[in-house]
């Protein structure tokens, strides 16, 4: 089975992941989770803080918290958490979105991120609505530090805002930081300038599940962190259902695997870019 | 055996698995079916995957002729699997060739019938099996593999279904074979005859699929059905206690086929522009109203490429004249093409020979379909002007709204009622269609001025008819605010003069040729006299076939295809007619 086979690239395990949110722990109970196919025991107390051990050698795992997860790296980390500009700024809401687990590759998952067209038909009154279906051309490129940038992607919502009162052109950027992490910037509809960002870290449990974790960065301004959570929620579980009947679960890098049309520009970009950073745990590799 | 098991017929479901607008999941040595009845009847077994993100189908949606997937919209036709549809690019007719993979569907004794290869040799025909006269017992899934199930089902025991209450029954072997076993049960003078079929699922999955040779009714039938419910639940408890035994083998993993490479391709080179790869025969020619005749036209064997609302085929005909004729199909309507001919008073041979020669039983070689007047399904509204024979591609379109129930409105313009073709389709359209019957043109444009009034952001029109109602339509529609992105139209033909007195040279790109075009001749015949073979239709300007895009160079434009806002563009050109105001053409071909 597929699950069972260790992860291999190192541009992985040398990462920190998200592994929990923090609201969850309890002193009187450890929490059981999985990372790259070793399971972890989480404890958590108030003398010895987190304490992260994997289940398979006993050892202790590498572990942090930051904007309200614990993370955790299983080898040696070459680079820091992703830094979120915007959680610095007081007037915002920094608000962990509820974690889902899907089972599918978490590749996947951020694929299903990036993807506007299915708006209309997963997020039906939402963010989407037919007859509205069109997927007009944006741009996508790599930025300078490596990431892949999608601009200029406008979709008609009907409900786009809390104080929306009828359907209009949204703008979205989309941002693929880190294969398993991505971001969504989406301007503020009251403060026109500024920008709400939700960034999506996505927790690699195995080649074929993942728990997506949220995190959402709101302007305070009209709007309550329950609001914000629920509406993720909501999105989260319409996604769900059809991710977990996508086959196969991993996500294939095979040009010739699936039909991507304009639409997908930016998911084609990023099964390339996944190709040439090698990554292969939850993809299936392009044949040579 | 599991191999051999391949290209072998297996009961996949029941049919009454497959109700009314359902999807149903099968599963045949571990590939997954989406399997659905589409209303005219027709049973489709396809891939459970969605060509473009590989999401299950048997989540999608049966809406009766299409089957649409959840995650994107994309729709998919009855019989063909040809995808029809997708909502992310509502302005393009998808490739032809992005089809679902299929496979055989035959439905007898109650069950589906497929195979996961070509299948060798017809479905079993048991004997002492009469179609009509069995009773289906339900299906019960086992936790076994198959070869187990069948040796266990050998030793089954149950009462003939008259003489249910006793328990002496005599059974016999009557046959045997490696996915089915036979079996007869005697008791004083009632005996009953229950064939097994064993469905492979999986390596480790089966399902029994019991069919009796006789029904009963009422009290009786639910006495039967309960027997053997008892009876086969009990031996699937045995066979799994004894398959648990047993180390399980390893599931099949499904090979899922690359998709061809095709739609990045040139175009195909061949020494011929026109191809007419399909012979259909006439089923039915009637006429569809005064002067127009009606024709259906069936595939001689195997399916009818898929169609878009829209598309039109050439129909090559007998006298050798080739003509083009709009598909006035509905969505899912697969297993033929329905097209309307007018008999013109100047024909030049075309309508002619169809309306007087061409009868039914006789074959016609035509063309694959092929769309350049797409239909958006995006529009807040989309209104259908339509003037005479100009109904077919517009009927098409307005079935394929009514059917999503999408907003509409069908103006149909005739010299009277006896005019309007294809009663049978525009009665189905009920409300949307409005006939405006025997209007002069001054009558004409006030109706088209009047319809055309309100434009509001994200209405869509569609226009087909005479060249002359076509150029007031869009005057007019132009005159209210209509933008020309939001006007779509296609010509019966060309009424401009062609000026064909300019030569100049034509670069072709990607091919790396530069070719000289001299008067009289047009870029098309001097491209395939190259051996570069674009696809053509029409060939007078007027179908949008041998559209090829501008790189460099003015072009000189004589076709009704493009709009003003193309041709102003300089990006297009249509290589039948049109020609160069420049010395030097780039296009990329």
Known sequence: MPETIPCSDRVLLNDWHVVADRSMLSPHAPIFTRLLGVDLRIDSSDRHGTQLVRADTGETVKTVTKYGFVWACLGTPERDILYIPQADEPDRYLVTGGSIAVKVSGLRAVENFLDMGHFPFVHTGWLGDEPHTEVAPYRVELTEDGEVLATDCKFYQPVASPTATEGFIVDYVYKVIRPYTVALYKSNPIQKERLDVITLFVQPVDEENCVAHPFLCYLREGIDEASIRSFMQLIFAQDKPILENQMPKRLPLDPRAETPIRADAVSVYYRRWLRDRAVTYGAIPARP | ?589
């Not at chain 2, 009469?130 to 198959?146: H, S």
């Not at chain 2, 639910?222 to 180390?247: G, M, T, Y």
């Not at chain 2, 097209?339 to 039914?360: A, T």
Request: proline share 6%; aromatic share 6%; with cysteine.
């Open chain 2, 1 to 589: 055996m599991l191999d051999q098991a391949r290209t072998r017929w297996h009961p996949i479901a029941a049919a009454h698995d497959l109700p009314l607008r359902h999807v149903f999941h099968g599963q045949l040595l571990g590939r997954e079916f989406a399997v659905w009845r589409a209303d005219d009847g027709y049973v489709n077994v396809w891939e459970n995957r969605c060509l473009h993100r590989g999401v299950r189908l048997s989540i999608g949606i049966n809406d009766g002729r299409e089957l649409k997937c959840q995650y994107h919209g994309w729709r998919y036709s009855n019989r063909t699997a040809g995808c029809t549809y997708i909502p992310a690019h509502p302005a393009d007719a998808p490739a032809r060739t992005i089809t679902n993979r299929t496979f055989p569907a035959v439905e007898r004794y109650g069950l589906v019938w497929s195979a996961t290869d070509e299948p060798q040799g017809e479905v079993p025909e048991v004997a002492g099996l009469a179609e009509g006269e069995f009773l289906g017992l339900r299906g019960i899934p086992v936790n076994a593999p198959a070869d187990r199930v069948v040796a266990r089902l050998r030793g089954y025991s149950f009462q003939p279904s008259g003489r249910i209450d006793g328990n002496d029954a005599e059974i016999a072997v009557e046959a045997a074979g490696d996915f089915s076993v036979a079996l007869r049960a005697r008791e004083g003078g009632a005996e009953t005859l229950a064939v097994f079929f064993v469905q492979p699922v999986d390596s480790n999955r089966s399902v029994i699929r019991g069919v009796l040779n006789s029904d009963a009714e009422g009290a009786a039938r639910l006495a039967v059905l309960r027997h053997h419910n008892e009876r086969l639940s009990k031996l699937r408890d045995a066979i799994e206690q004894e398959a648990a035994q047993a180390p399980a083998p390893e599931p099949i993993a499904p090979q899922f086929e690359r998709l061809p490479a095709e739609l990045a391709e040139m175009p195909e080179l061949t020494a011929h522009g026109r191809k007419a790869a399909l012979r259909v025969q006439v089923a039915r020619k009637w006429q569809a109203a005064d002067g127009i005749a009606g024709f259906e036209l069936k595939p001689l064997s195997g399916l009818l490429p898929t169609f878009q609302p829209g598309a039109h085929i050439d129909v090559h005909m007998p006298n050798g004249e080739i003509r083009q004729y709009s598909i006035a199909n509905g969505p899912g309507e697969s297993d033929r093409y329905v097209i309307g001919v007018k008999l013109e008073r100047d024909s030049k041979g075309g309508s002619v020979c169809m309306h007087e020669s061409v009868r039914e039983g006789d074959v016609l070689a035509i063309s694959e379909p092929r769309n350049n007047f797409p239909l958006r399904r995006d529009a807040v509204k989309t209104i259908f002007v339509a003037g005479g024979i100009g109904v077919t591609p517009l009927l098409a379109m307005a079935q394929a709204l009514h059917h999503q129930e999408l907003a509409h409105e069908f103006h149909y313009f005739t010299q009277g009622e006896s005019q309007l073709a294809f009663r049978d389709r525009l009665d189905g359209l009920k409300g949307t269609l409005v006939p405006h019957l025997g209007l002069d043109p001054e009558a004409t444009g006030a109706k088209l001025r009047e319809i055309l009034s309100v434009y509001k952001f994200g209405m869509h029109l569609y226009l087909c008819g005479p060249g002359p109602m076509l150029e007031t339509a869009r005057k007019i529609a132009a005159e209210a605010g209509w933008p020309e992105g939001a006007v779509h139209f296609e010509y019966f033909k060309n009424t401009n003069k062609i000026d064909d007195s300019s030569s100049f040279e034509v670069a072709l790109a990607r091919s790396c040729m530069t070719l000289k075009v001299p008067a009289g001749k047009t870029i098309l015949e001097v491209m395939r006299e190259a051996g570069i073979d674009m696809p053509s239709s029409c060939e007078q300007g007027a179908c949008g076939t041998c559209l090829a895009t501008v790189i460099e160079g003015e072009p000189d434009h004589q076709d009704v295809y493009l709009n003003d806002a193309e041709r102003k563009s300089g990006t297009k050109i249509m290589t039948c007619v049109s020609r160069a105001k420049s010395a030097r053409l780039v296009l990329d071909l």
